[in-house]
């Protein structure tokens, strides 16, 4: 009885404890999140003679002026944001679709290979692109691919990982039952799985959507090796060239706002998005 | 044959656009109608000259003019210089009617080299117009191309011996192949020279006067000296180590690479000494080129003593339009420093299999060797221009004066220093050698790795870049 | 009724191989024929010389034997990981942590949607624009240098960049910011998703949340520790954007924050594919190994 009642009061006090050292924590991590951005947003406005004065917390007022720098410049980023998005949304939208199909027919169908292919996919998952890069740069020049995006998009489709999670995500979500049904309807397998499994996938589908496009979004080093024309180039590798040479003779104010450009889209976008991509990775991991 | 169709048709069909464009601009307001007749005649009687005379010559000419370059310093001269230059945009622009495309890709860590090489390669398949017509090659890699048939020899162009003759021998030496052929023309001499801070010179030496500084800087010995006084006087004593470093490797005894080994010269190894010296005594930092902070030296706050370069540098590089910069000021003089050095220059080189030959030629010429612009570059732009009689005429002339140079006239240590430039002890290598030398070296410097480290780091970084050298 | 459903089933099954067509024949493709490739490749002496191509001859095992004659390779490969540990382990604390108290429920935190928004947030960023930033950031005169001498701290500008702990700190620093706030939503759905009967079990029993946490709540969550793990490990082990742009794909100082795949960008980029193929090959190996030992590793342990 006593000890019961200590632990209590014990508990009751760490409550309170624990959730003040909750907030400190997690003011303190969502200020190690910021902070940059913070810092990265005051100097974005900042002119090149007001960068070598040293810093402040208050914003100035040159952030159009270094726009129009950047613009004027010959690092066509308006350009590699297009050929980013490009990029990284046909990824997105090809990695997701033939992911899912390809977990449904190993989910879905009974056929003999499947346990080979099963395991198969699972060991390449662990094998990093960069292994395959040299020879996957020849086969590019051979196929006189290079400065196109095809060699970007394309190999999106076979996606070990996404398989991997939509196969997880079909083992709760898609009973067989449903599929039979659909075949007692006369529904063709094809159309089934477009009209029925599809939309079953929904949320699975954008969350990895949502993870694939990230994904694309950063790749620096496949494009690197693929992409030469400055026309073609996506955003990564102009961040890239942003430390080279005397690119912007020395004015901070352009680098910053460049950064700031690759940057705070997305945030944006992130911010109206933010409920249903947090949503979409918890609910990710109940299934994994 | 079918270009020449073509080409006739559209005349043909822009012609008769106009004509429909004038009918009915005569229910438009009365000063258009005024224009247009005006307008409408002119494109009557040149469409016929233009189909007879102009037409063997657009034929072949193509609508695209590929340019490869690593930075933006001949883009300015061009649309600055060149008759007929319009900016469309940042990367392209227009010569009449041909369109110009700038591939610029900065040369840090041979990223210029490799996707030109690459582009240079697939020359052969590509479309007329994905072809490069002209490229720009420095002298640290200049070899590498000269003796390539990528290349054209520029007597192919048109241009002969006699066209160049007021060109400074050694821009001509470097880019001769083996043949005799020569692949390039520069634009500019490259003789470098001490860029010194005229304030700091007051506030430490007593005295801004270059031939009085000049003496504080005379050889390695004083240089260190006044090193240890600037370094008192609250002033670093250059910005960064790697500026003094094209003053030590242009006076080396040997190539980076002899029979397929790399060899480092008895001079560089000074270099690396003096220098060591001068970051423990805090005198220097070890700032990449090009970086930020090594940039800072270029506004008064930067607290910096001097910059070693030639006239490009002052010009293209020292911030000299932003506001409160010692260049803005006119607050830099030059003087001749401990030794001769040359670094960088450019040459214009003509890709084979240009679709362009007649614009790359005319370039070439304007941009080289037309007097008139080239006294024009010097005034504008404080360039020193490769053009001895030219130069030597307005090192003599008192009313020439370099703005960012506080009103002195450089140009006469710019012909001396010209007249001394040898080039040969360049190899094709020297551009991975010397960003990886000084980037190893970096690392001596600033304690973090023993001398014998250092240069293990160095080699392994040059065999990496170059597989076929051995040290 | 079975014997009717099992023969639909067969008629059907053809299916399941053409549904397969496009991810194998894409693999097969832009992953397999590279693969071998580059193995091939590995057997040549294969680089360009300027604008001339030498080779490819054949050297055997040449490359091989050049690559491992120095200790660089397991100097990367040293470097990478203690880059990803350095990452992970404040990684994985801060999650356990983050996704503890989120799915608590007595704890009734506040502002929980803004939280999750923020430590998310840097997961959504372009790895070579951070990268980038941090690089300006850092730099010796840069704001950080500024400020951290403005307040007093410093008296003169600390060299993070030229500092191996300071650089390697950074990258993981990077890593941990960009990964964190997903291990911990990840986490936290892996708690919410414990029957709450255990909990209140525990709580007749008088057990104390320390208690609870590390007898309950994290048996119940290996599955999802062991993928954050594998995932991240994997991930970890092809570190290239975040290292290769802060140093200028240098790895100062002194090539100790030069990363496997760095070096292997290295040879790429002079073309030198006959070294490149070899180092592939390693690397696939390297990977290969790492993983067995973490898909044993858990698995021993599950067994248990």
């Not at chain 3, 291990?183 to 708690?191: N, P, S, Y």
Request: negative net charge; contains cysteine; proline residues 4%.
């Amino acid at each position: 009885m006593l000890s019961v009642e200590t632990n209590e009061t014990k508990k009751g006090l760490g409550i309170h404890a624990r959730r003040a050292l909750a907030y400190i924590v997690l003011v303190i991590m969502s200020f190690l999140c910021l902070f940059w951005f913070y810092i990265l947003f005051v100097n974005a406005t900042r002119s090149k003679g007001e960068l070598t004065q040293g810093f402040t917390l208050l914003p100035s007022t040159h952030l159009i002026q270094n726009w129009k720098g950047v613009m004027a410049g010959t690092l066509p980023v308006v350009r590699g944001m297009i050929n980013s998005l490009i990029v990284a949304t046909c990824s997105a939208v090809l990695c997701t679709y033939f992911s899912t199909m390809t977990a449904y027919a190993i989910h879905v169908y009974d056929f003999k290979l499947k346990k080979f292919m099963f395991t198969f996919i699972l060991a390449i998952m662990t094998i990093p692109t960069q292994v395959t890069a040299l020879g996957f740069i020849q086969l590019v020049a051979d196929m006189k691919l290079e400065d196109n995006f095809i060699p970007l998009i394309i190999p999106a489709i076979a996606a070990p990982a996404t398989f991997f999670y939509m196969k997880q995500y079909m083992e709760s979500a898609l009973p067989l039952s449903l599929v039979e049904a659909a075949r007692i309807d006369g529904s063709g397998e094809f159309r089934t799985f477009n009209s029925i499994v599809l939309p079953l996938m929904k949320p699975a589908i954008a969350v990895q959507a949502i993870f694939t496009f990230v994904a694309n979004w950063n790749n620096y080093f496949t494009p690197a090796l693929v992409l030469h024309d400055d026309k073609m180039k996506t955003l990564p590798i102009l961040i890239a060239q942003l430390r080279s040479a005397d690119f912007l003779k020395f004015d901070m104010g352009q680098v910053y706002v460049t950064i700031a450009f690759s940057i705070f889209p997305v945030i944006i976008v992130y911010l109206f998005l933010s409920k249903y991509i947090v949503q979409g990775v918890a609910m990710g991991s109940v299934k994994g | 044959m079918k270009k020449k169709v073509l080409s006739a048709l559209l005349t043909t069909a822009m012609l008769a656009s106009m004509l429909v464009g004038c009918g009915s601009s005569n229910e438009a307001p009365a000063a258009s109608t005024d224009a247009a007749p005006a307008a409408s005649t002119e494109a009557k009687t040149e469409a016929p000259a233009s189909t007879e005379a102009a037409e063997p010559a657009a034929a072949e000419e193509g609508k695209v003019f590929n340019i490869y370059c690593w930075n933006e310093e001949f883009k300015s001269r061009l649309t600055d210089h060149y008759p007929g230059y319009e900016e469309v945009d940042g990367t392209t622009g227009k010569i009449g009617d041909i369109t110009v495309k700038w591939n610029i890709t900065p040369s840090d860590d041979n990223a210029y080299q490799n996707n030109l090489d690459e582009t240079l390669l697939k020359q052969a398949d590509a479309a007329a117009d994905d072809k490069i017509d002209l490229f720009l090659i420095e002298a640290d890699y200049a070899l590498k191309y000269v003796d390539t048939d990528y290349t054209m020899p520029v007597k192919d162009l048109g241009i002969t011996d006699a066209d160049l003759a007021n060109q400074y021998q050694y821009t001509k030496d470097v880019v001769t192949d083996s043949n005799g052929n020569l692949k390039g023309v520069s634009w500019q001499g490259c003789p470098g020279v001490l860029i010194y801070n005229r304030e700091a010179a007051k506030a430490v030496l007593g005295t801004d006067d270059p031939a009085e500084v000049q003496k504080s800087v005379s050889d390695w010995d004083t240089f260190t000296a006044t090193a240890e006084k600037m370094k008192a006087g609250g002033y670093n004593m250059v910005s960064s180590v790697n500026d003094t470093y094209r003053v030590y490797s242009n006076n080396v005894s040997g190539k980076w690479v002899q029979d397929g080994k790399i060899v480092i010269d008895d001079n560089l190894m000074k270099w690396v000494d003096d220098s060591k010296k001068m970051v423990d005594a805090k005198e220097t930092g070890t700032f990449d080129l090009w970086s930020d902070d090594w940039s800072k030296g270029f506004y008064p706050d930067g607290k910096v003593f001097c910059y070693f370069g030639p006239a490009w540098l002052i010009n293209f590089s020292m911030a000299a339009d932003t506001d409160g910069s010692i260049a803005n000021q006119g607050g830099w003089g030059a003087t001749e420093g401990p030794q001769g050095f040359f670094w960088g220059g450019t040459w214009i080189c003509g890709a084979t299999g240009t679709d362009n030959a007649s614009l790359v030629k005319d370039i070439i010429l304007k941009m080289t060797a037309d007097e008139d612009i080239m006294k024009e570059i010097v005034v504008a732009d404080d360039d020193f221009v490769n053009n001895k009689p030219a130069m030597e005429a307005m090192a003599a002339d008192t009313s020439y004066q370099s703005k960012v140079l506080g009103g002195q006239n450089p140009l006469a240590m710019f012909c001396a220093g010209a007249e001394k430039i040898d080039l040969s002890n360049l190899s094709a290598y020297d551009q991975g050698c010397n960003e990886e030398f000084q980037h190893a070296m970096k690392n001596y410097f600033d304690g973090k790795a023993s001398l014998d480290d250092a240069l293990d780091l160095f080699y392994k970084g040059v065999e990496e870049k170059y597989p076929e050298l051995t040290h | 009724m079975a014997k009717v459903k099992r023969g639909k089933v067969v008629r059907y099954n053809k299916w399941g191989y053409i549904f397969l067509i496009p991810f194998v024949a894409v693999y097969v493709l832009f992953q397999l024929i590279p693969l071998f490739r580059t193995f091939y490749y590995s057997f040549f002496e294969n680089y360009r010389s300027g604008l001339t191509q030498i080779g490819p001859n054949f050297i055997g095992f040449g490359n091989y034997a050049k690559m491992l004659s120095n200790p660089d390779l397991w100097m990367y490969t040293k470097n990478t990981l203690i880059m990803w540990v350095l990452g992970f382990v404040p990684q994985i604390i801060i999650s356990l942590l983050l996704g503890a108290w989120f799915s608590d429920p007595s704890l009734r935190l506040k502002g929980q949607r803004f939280f999750k928004t923020v430590i998310y947030l840097p997961n959504l960023i372009m790895a070579s624009a951070f990268a980038m930033l941090f690089f300006t950031l850092f730099s010796d005169g840069g704001p950080i240098n500024e400020m951290l001498m403005q307040i007093g701290v410093l008296k003169e500008p600390y060299q993070f960049l030229t500092n191996v702990w300071s650089t390697r700190g950074l990258v993981a620093l990077m890593n941990f910011l960009m990964w964190f706030g997903n291990t911990t939503i990840l986490l936290m759905a892996g708690m919410m998703g414990i029957d709450t009967s255990l909990f209140e079990a525990a709580e007749v029993d008088g057990a104390t949340s320390t208690q609870v946490f590390f007898k309950i709540t994290l048996p119940l969550l290996k599955p999802i520790l062991i993928y954050v793990m594998i995932t991240s490990l994997i991930g970890g082990l092809q570190m290239f954007d975040v290292p290769q742009i802060l140093t200028n794909g240098k790895g100062d100082p002194m090539r100790s924050s030069m990363t496997l795949i760095m070096y292997l960008n290295n040879h790429l980029y002079s073309k030198n594919y006959g070294m490149s193929g070899a180092l592939s090959v390693m690397l696939f190996i390297i990977t290969g190994i790492l993983s067995l030992i973490v898909f044993k590793f858990s698995n021993g342990k599950q067994d248990k």
